[in-house]
C-alpha cells in the first residue's frame, strides 16, 4: 500500500505565494512519476506541474513561469512552489504518484487533496 500526505495549502491574497508540499510512505520500489494536479469547482481535474524520472518536468501554461515543482527521489517527496497567485488557482490541490511496488508496476496513487483558495 501507498499512502501520500499533503501539506500547505490555505487562504492567501492575490499576489502571494503558497508552498505545497507531499510525502508518499509505502510500499514504493521506484518512483515513475509525480505531480500535481488540481481541481476547481464545476472543473475538470487538470495537471498544474509533473516530474517524470529521469528529470523532465512540465508546466501548465496557466502556471508557467510562476510555479516551480521539485522533487526528492530518495526522500519520495515533491514539492510545488506557487507565487503570484491569483483567484483563478483557486481549487483543491492533489499530489499524485505513479510508482512500481512490490505486486504493480505504474501503479497510480493519489492524495486526498488539499485546499487553495486565493481572495482577490
Known amino acids: 500500500q501507498v499512502q501520500l500526505v499533503e501539506s500547505g495549502g490555505g487562504l492567501v491574497q492575490a499576489g502571494g505565494s503558497l508552498r505545497l508540499s507531499c510525502v508518499a510512505s509505502?510500499?514504493?520500489?521506484?518512483?515513475?512519476?509525480m505531480g500535481w494536479y488540481r481541481q476547481a469547482p464545476g472543473k475538470h481535474r487538470e495537471g498544474v506541474a509533473t516530474?517524470?524520472?529521469?528529470?523532465?518536468?512540465n508546466y501548465a501554461d496557466s502556471v508557467q513561469g510562476r510555479f516551480t515543482i521539485s522533487s526528492d527521489r530518495a526522500k519520495k517527496t515533491v514539492t510545488l512552489q506557487m507565487n503570484s497567485l491569483n483567484p483563478k488557482d483557486t481549487a483543491v490541490y492533489y499530489c499524485?504518484?505513479?510508482?512500481?511496488?512490490?505486486?504493480?508496476?505504474?501503479?497510480?496513487?493519489w492524495g486526498q487533496g488539499t485546499q487553495v483558495t486565493v481572495s482577490s
Open positions: 516530474f517524470s524520472v529521469p528529470a523532465d518536468t
Open positions: 499524485r504518484i505513479v510508482c512500481d511496488t512490490s505486486t504493480l508496476f505504474y501503479a497510480e496513487y
Open positions: 509505502g510500499d514504493i520500489l521506484r518512483v515513475r512519476d
